[in-house]
């Protein structure tokens, strides 16, 4: 796996240079998280695409403070677009990283093949008690992660090292992203996406509930949507192997691979 950095945003990639004969898979994580999300696509897909997970302005080890705009992330993402030389990348973004990806969409129409939703919705309102927990127990909203994030059939082992990672993200850095998906709404927008788009839910998910991504199944012109059994909202994670699976049929429907 390489590591880089590029406009002060640290990234992993399944190779290095690019194979320009490939379509490239940008994955974007969810609030308080890193790159460590996608470890088990940004390998396995490398056989299908180029794959490049990175890490958010304040997170991982991407320098500079984090942002609560989803506007202000989604430019973040494209500054390191145009600064590594990608062409017409595949976004694929969970929760935030979603809410990042469809702001792109809306922001720059024919930049983008296809885009991947992951664990999303148009609007993402968060409760109040999130905010209290972070700013009053930072800890103890970590370690309530694995309880209310995934699945009650996902074995913990599974999530440690990202876990692990996530502890990392200083609890001003997770306030913000949670800030900037309260703040996102753009359920009005979305039938003037164009660009071919991926859904995928999570059966399990109490955050992003799996109507969320019917709405925006039911309101995109060109999306389809599939459903992650057995996984909660780090479906990446929890089912590896399903998740991979869609990723590599929808890039396959899409003509991509």
């Not at 984090?66 to 595949?90: C, H, M, Q």
């Not at 996902?154 to 900037?180: N, R, Y």
């Not at 109507?211 to 996984?231: F, L, R």
Request: charged share 20%; net charge negative.
């Amino acid at each position: 796996m390489y590591e880089g950095t590029a406009d002060h945003i640290a990234y992993v990639a399944g190779r290095w240079p690019l194979d320009p004969g490939k379509p490239t898979v940008l994955f974007i994580h969810g609030a308080g998280g890193s790159s460590a999300l996608w470890e088990n696509q940004v390998d396995s897909l490398a056989e299908h695409a180029n794959t490049i997970a990175i890490d958010l302005p304040g997170h991982g080890k991407s320098s500079g403070p984090g942002l609560d705009r989803v506007e202000d992330y989604g430019a973040a993402v494209t500054n390191f677009i145009e600064k590594t030389g990608i062409s017409a990348p595949i976004p694929c973004g969970l929760s935030l990283g979603g809410a990042i990806v469809l702001q792109l969409l809306l922001e720059h129409k024919t930049d983008f093949k296809a885009a991947i939703l992951a664990n999303t919705g148009a609007r993402l309102r968060v409760q109040p008690f999130v905010f209290e927990a972070i700013k009053n127990d930072y800890k103890g909203y970590l370690n309530a992660v694995p309880a209310f994030a995934a699945s009650g059939k996902t074995d913990p082992a599974k999530l440690a090292s990202f876990m692990t990672e996530s502890a990392k993200c200083p609890p001003e850095v997770a306030h913000g992203d949670f800030t900037a998906c309260d703040r996102f709404n753009v359920t009005e927008k979305l039938s003037s996406i164009t660009t071919p788009v991926l859904i995928l839910t999570a059966e399990d998910d109490k955050l992003t509930l799996p109507k969320y991504g019917s709405y925006m199944k039911e309101h995109i012109t060109n999306a389809s949507i599939a459903e992650i059994k057995d996984a909660g909202h780090l479906s990446p994670i929890e089912q590896p192997e399903a998740f991979n699976r869609a990723v590599i049929e929808y890039l396959k429907r899409q003509e991509l691979i």
